[in-house]
């Protein structure tokens, strides 16, 4: 790949990373991570300013069966950043997702991580960064072993990333605190606890190994909305905090407009759109990102509470300027998108 | 198999009161009166629905909203019937003035289908995965019109294809489920449910599992078939906006019991019950800093474990200490609207007489303005 050549500069980020890293983890038996390589360099910034954290660049993937499921996705999520990827089922957000986490490899395109390309790396070395970059999945029931504490469930990620057991006891209890739980949750079994209870184990769990990058898929989606909202507040607590990334999947538009920063619109494998949350909301310059827009529900609410919102004008486009029941969308079974976007 | 059920042999509970209290509405296809669904396990019971009233007129679509555990799948299943002998349902199911809880087994099979419909969440599991489309809805037909011929069945399938707005009905007739994509196979599961032009056509939760843009268009069919065929729809959902969107009324469950009633547009723009408004408060919404969403503390009890008192009352900011032993119950407000809360309601009985005139309730909410206003909402919402 030619974009991994002329993106070697951004291997060099991690001097100062580096020793701001050693600090936030310097405990006794905690594992030393490879950082990248070292040497202050020219200073990569994210689309929002920042420092570099992440960096995909031209990602795609072609399934076994022939399906195109991710084609020329790049997107950049800076340090202590949240950027949201919006997409209805069948979009390629998940498989970015996975390529991103290492967990898949991609047919084209890089992802650097901290300036390193995981392609070809090491197994040990992709371990190690692994600690650095976590994931907290859609549904706690199934991501949480049930025959295993949530001590047990915590600790396994910490040992998996060599903490050693003395850190391992003081980090458990403090995460969970972290987390809006209480030390005594720790002895606990998953069915034990509510949904949003577990869904906050699920976050102690990644977090407990201090990563910078957290991949969120669909992590509240699962979740009542009264106790969504508490879990959105804690991400962004935790954010403030500790200055973590994350990488925020959903397919619900309105939660990705108000946890992200930066928002990728993904269409049929394909990046529509890409822009600040805000912007995307108020002014979106897609046809596909107005579809969607127009398709979530809510908007009828909001005008009976009396908010302002900017009246979106929507694009007649395949379905949505049909009548209800229109046949063109039926046969689909998609809405805004009888042509690809583009 | 038999529903063991008792009709109207309970004494008259708190939400007798408020049926009672509001006159009978000209039009009502289905009346719900003080419903109580309780499932046994072993030696325990759990009472999942707590006496839950409303009426359903023609043309008219209620939603029932609420979050997981608050009984509104079991209360629309309740309604047709559709649990075992685990269940013990009491109170009055009323369809067109028929008591539906005293009929037999029998004649409520002929019921279900035929005058009251289910759409299910998910129409791949609804649908039978080894007969084609066209098969399963004539096989329909056939079971409430035994004297309808096999062709002419087909040719009435086709018919209803088309009516839930498919363009090619004959191809889709000769599909398999698998064939279809996922909101394909929920306008043919729609097509079953209104084969036989139900007085009420109950749907559950009928695009959860679909996109937003999909979602779109089955809402907007069900607004459709509702114009066309002048049927009621009882929609249960945990969407509040699908529930804004697409309902004419809303009632809100919270932990078995229906906490607030009345039109969509009022419940939404002038939230009574601090459930409610507590809800909608956090929902996040364009101008809400991050990390500032007013969430409710806590988490809904599980369904059959519910607090005495109020259920609500641990999580609500109003509550008082009445309010964690006097279960609350659902009167009528306005006309046309009920709450189930002593604290924002001084009408109800329990509430001391010096409370001062209740407006929303006294939580800051963005969605929760002073007073009933009126409101550009309509079914459907702009499009």
């Not at chain 1, 490899?105 to 190690?128: K, S």
């Not at chain 2, 009251?116 to 096989?139: F, Y």
Request: aromatic share 4%; with cysteine.
């Amino acid at each position: 790949m030619s974009a991994a050549t002329t993106r070697t500069s951004d291997q060099t980020t991690a001097g100062t990373t580096a020793t701001r890293r050693t600090a936030r983890f310097h405990r006794p038996g905690w594992a030393r991570r490879p950082g990248a390589a070292a040497g202050p360099a020219g200073t990569p910034v994210s689309p929002s300013g920042g420092e570099k954290l992440l960096e995909a660049i031209g990602l795609g993937k072609t399934f076994g069966n022939g399906v195109r499921a991710v084609d020329d996705v790049s997107l950049t999520v800076g340090r202590g950043e949240t950027v949201g990827i919006v997409g209805e089922s069948g979009s390629g957000k998940s498989t970015t997702a996975k390529m991103i986490l290492g967990l898949l490899a991609p047919d084209e395109g890089d992802v650097f991580f901290d300036g390193v390309p995981l392609r070809g790396l090491p197994r040990a070395r992709m371990r190690a960064l692994r600690a650095r970059l976590q994931v907290v999945p859609q549904n706690p029931q199934t991501s949480l072993n049930p025959r295993l504490t949530v001590r047990s469930s915590i600790e396994f990620n910490l040992r998996a990333h060599g903490a050693e057991r003395v850190a391992r006891r003081t980090i458990v209890p403090e995460m969970l605190e972290r987390v809006g739980l209480t030390p005594t949750h720790a002895e606990r079994f998953p069915h034990e606890l509510s949904g949003g209870q577990l869904q906050r184990v699920a976050i102690a769990r990644a977090l407990a190994t201090r990563p910078d990058l957290v991949v969120c898929d669909e992590a509240v989606s699962a979740l009542d909305k009264s106790v969504q909202a508490q879990v959105l507040n804690l991400l962004a607590e935790l954010q403030a905090d500790l200055g973590v990334s994350f990488l925020f999947i959903s397919h619900d538009l309105a939660v990705v407009e108000h946890i992200a920063d930066q928002v990728t619109v993904m269409y049929l494998g394909r990046v529509v759109e890409q822009g600040p949350a805000a912007q995307l909301w108020t002014s979106p310059r897609h046809e596909y990102t107005r579809a969607l827009l127009a398709a979530t529900p809510g908007r009828a609410l909001e005008e009976a509470a009396g908010r302002d919102r900017p009246m979106i004008p929507v694009q007649p486009s395949g379905a949505d300027g049909g009548a209800a029941g229109s046949g063109t969308a039926a046969t689909t079974g998609q809405a805004a998108a009888s042509r690809p976007p583009g | 198999m038999s529903t063991p059920h008792t009709s109207t042999s309970r004494a008259p509970g708190p939400a007798a009161a408020t049926t009672a209290a509001r006159p009978a509405q000209p039009n009502v296809v289905l009346s719900v009166h003080d419903l109580n669904t309780t499932f046994a396990a072993g030696s325990r019971t759990s009472n999942v629905v707590r006496g839950v009233s409303f009426d359903l007129r023609r043309g008219q679509t209620l939603m029932l909203l609420g979050e997981s555990g608050s009984g509104k799948s079991v209360t629309a299943r309740s309604i047709m019937r559709l649990y075992g002998r685990n269940a013990t349902i009491t109170g009055s199911v009323r369809l067109s003035g028929q008591e539906l809880l005293d009929l037999s087994a029998d004649r409520m099979r002929g019921v279900r289908g035929a005058r009251i419909a289910l759409v299910p969440q998910d129409p791949t599991g609804s649908l039978d995965p080894l007969r084609r489309i066209g098969a399963q809805i004539t096989e329909v037909l056939a079971l409430h019109n035994v004297e309808r011929l096999r062709r002419a069945g087909r040719r009435q399938a086709e018919e209803l294809l088309r009516l839930v707005g498919i363009n090619d009905p004959k191809r889709v007739a000769d599909s398999y489920p698998h064939e279809l994509s996922g909101g394909m196979r929920q306008r043919a599961v729609i097509a079953i449910a209104v084969s036989c032009d139900p007085e009420v056509l109950i749907a559950d939760e009928p695009t959860t599992a679909l996109d937003v843009t999909v979602q779109k268009q089955i809402l907007e069919l069900f607004a459709d078939l509702q114009d066309r065929l002048g049927m009621a729809t009882l929609m249960v959902t945990h969407d509040v906006g699908v529930a804004a969107e697409a309902g004419d009324r809303v009632g809100v469950m919270y932990a078995g019991r229906l906490v607030e009633e009345g039109p969509a547009a009022q419940v939404f723009a002038s939230p009574r019950h601090p459930y409610t408004a507590g809800l909608l408060a956090a929902l996040p919404s364009p101008g809400v800093p991050r990390g500032t969403l007013r969430s409710i503390p806590g988490s809904p009890p599980p369904a059959g474990a519910f607090p005495a008192g109020c259920a609500f009352a641990p999580r609500c900011p109003v509550a008082r200490d009445s309010c964690r032993t006097d279960d609350p119950p659902l009167v009528a407000v306005a006309p046309d609207r009920s709450v189930a809360c002593p604290v924002v309601n001084p009408a109800s009985p329990s509430a001391p007489p010096s409370t001062p005139t209740a407006g929303a309730v006294d939580i800051p909410s963005p969605a929760a303005p002073p007073a009933d206003q009126p409101s550009a909402l309509s079914k459907g919402g702009p499009r």
